[in-house]
């Protein structure tokens, strides 16, 4: 599987208009395509869609309920199977449900979490963590027109849903089966930490959350087999593994990947890369991780502080570091991006941004230096790479493959303002995009480069399965794995620096290869005893011949 995400509305305009680029799609070798939430919300801020005012409804502006399954059926025929978001821990204000909460309906007042005064929502108040510090303190929201205090881990309009009361799971599970109806083929479960709640926590990962979705896994095999999850998981990365087995999300994000392929860029070293990749990656076979260099989100930190202690680095100050440089604070950082969240109180942050501004590409181009153009295309090309060439499913934030810049202009959209997440969201520049074939430009160089590391992974026999193993280089500024399939092996070694790097050529012959190897990303040939050096951002992608 090879995926891609977009939102239907900035890639496309509406449904019929990705109809319309289905062939690039199948071009660029997509098999996935997860679209950001296309269901009817508010109007204005709606956190990207992820507030749901109704399940069975696309919001009008992309089409209808029956585009929607007349385009899963046109994905289908390409080999493309349809990913929706199963946003199942809360929903919208102007849900149905909640109309019927807000007018006094008893039945409905029970599907959410409501209170007569700050009296337990302060006592919960005592163990939770603020998800957006920024632009909405706490976890719970006054309603006038209620008198009551709802609880609202995300956002004012975004009402938790009350999974103790049973129908909640009945109806919720009503809404799964009719998307799984409609076509769509894997389900991201949006928040799946948040949906338990209990006293004295902090109603995160709680072993409920998992019977709940347990319980919807077990019902879509009744129902619905060929309907697979998928987990987006905020919580420790050691945490994310627990969602991921073949009763309960069958495959999930890989955030400590993607956090560290950036920590790397920015440190020059892949000590905490390797260090924390390299027992952590084994899933149950049946099932895979997700690897993405960036979702629709902001990018979070994710390692583990002992990991980060065990190897000399303070996890506080780390992550003041890398916030810094990825937003271009740090002197000498090539990234442009935006902090999002940023608590001034605990010096908190995530950073927004696409790949290539915060690869360097948007700073490069402004001035113009032909040499940093390189080494930007370089590091977009090298993460690729490795989420490409890595165990799992890659997934390809589109507009990615042709090196689009930062949304300058996110902020004159009143109903985007507000979130930054959107400077990282620019719509698809089609202009740019029919330069893709032309290899004497950036959209060439970067559209070309990813079609040829998708393209040998569906071909090397190395790659079938997920088998993945995290090697010691010998060298601290190299990161290097094998891959091993039905019939095939192969080592992908990446210099994540500006600067050449040398490598024993005894390494290759100990990890399994043989003494005449080949590089499936040059064809150029290679003798294991021999050293090599890699140059700047070069990834290797090493095969016996």
Not at 52 to 60: G, L, N, Q, T, W
Request: hydrophobic letters at 40%.
């Amino acid at each position: 599987m090879f995926g891609g995400f977009c939102y239907v509305d900035r890639f496309a305009g509406d449904l019929a208009g990705l109809r319309e680029r289905l062939p690039y799609l199948r071009e660029l070798g997509l098999t996935y395509l997860h679209l950001m939430p296309p269901f009817l919300a508010p109007a204005g801020n709606n956190d990207g869609g992820y507030a749901v005012s109704s399940y069975r409804e696309v919001d009008p502006r992309l089409g209808t309920m029956a585009d929607l399954a007349a385009l899963a059926g046109e994905l289908r025929v390409s080999g493309i199977s349809l990913v929706l978001d199963f946003v199942f821990n809360h929903t919208s204000d102007e849900h149905a449900w909640a109309r019927g909460a807000r007018a006094g309906d008893p039945a409905y007042a029970d599907y959410y979490l409501t209170f007569p005064d700050r009296t337990i929502p302060d006592a919960y108040e005592r163990t939770l963590r603020e998800i957006f510090p920024d632009q909405r303190p706490g976890s719970f929201t006054y309603r006038a027109d209620m008198g009551r205090w709802v609880w609202t881990t995300f956002d004012s309009f975004q009402w938790d849903l009350n999974y103790a009361n049973p129908d909640v799971f009945r109806s919720m599970a009503g809404e799964m089966l009719f998307l799984a109806n409609r076509g769509v083929e894997v389900l991201r479960l949006d928040a799946v930490v948040f949906i338990w709640k209990r006293l004295g926590t902090a109603c995160e990962n709680l072993p409920e959350s998992h019977l709940i979705v347990r319980a919807f896994n077990a019902l879509a095999r009744i129902a619905a087999p060929a309907l697979l999850f998928k987990s987006e998981a905020i919580v420790h990365p050691d945490d994310v593994r627990e969602f991921i087995s073949p009763g309960e999300c069958q495959t999930s994000y890989n955030p400590r990947l993607m956090a560290l392929l950036w920590d790397a860029l920015a440190t020059r070293e892949t000590r905490l890369l390797t260090a924390s990749l390299r027992d952590r990656v084994r899933l149950d076979p049946r099932c895979a991780w997700v690897n993405y260099i960036r979702s629709h989100d902001d990018i979070g930190w994710t390692f583990d502080d002992g990991d980060a202690t065990r190897l000399g680095a303070d996890p506080f100050a780390h992550r003041r570091f890398l916030n810094a440089f990825y937003t271009g604070r740090f002197p000498g950082s090539f990234a442009r991006g935006l902090p999002f969240q940023e608590n001034p109180r605990t010096g908190d942050a995530r950073v927004a941004g696409t790949t290539a501004s915060l690869a360097g590409l948007e700073a490069a181009l402004l001035t113009g230096d032909a040499e940093e153009i390189d080494l930007a295309i370089g590091r977009i090309l090298l993460i690729y790479g490795v989420a490409l060439l890595f165990g799992g499913i890659p997934l390809l934030s589109l507009g990615d493959d042709l090196g689009q810049r930062n949304d300058y202009g996110y902020h004159l959209e009143p109903a985007l303002a507000d979130d930054s997440r959107w400077f990282g969201r620019p719509r698809m520049d089609w202009d740019a995009a029919a330069r893709h074939d032309d290899p004497a430009t950036i959209e060439g160089r970067l559209h070309a480069g990813i079609r040829h590391l998708a393209a040998i992974r569906r071909a090397h026999p190395a790659f079938n399965g997920t088998a993945t193993e995290i090697i010691e280089v010998g060298n601290d500024h190299v990161f290097g794995y094998t891959r091993q399939g039905d019939g095939g092996r192969a080592l992908i070694l990446a210099n994540v620096t500006e600067h050449p790097q040398i490598l024993d050529g005894n390494l290759l012959r100990l990890h399994g290869l043989a003494y005449h190897l080949v590089d499936l990303l040059t064809s150029g040939p290679m003798v294991a005893t021999e050293p090599r050096t890699l140059a700047p951002y070069q990834l290797l992608c090493l095969v016996a011949t």
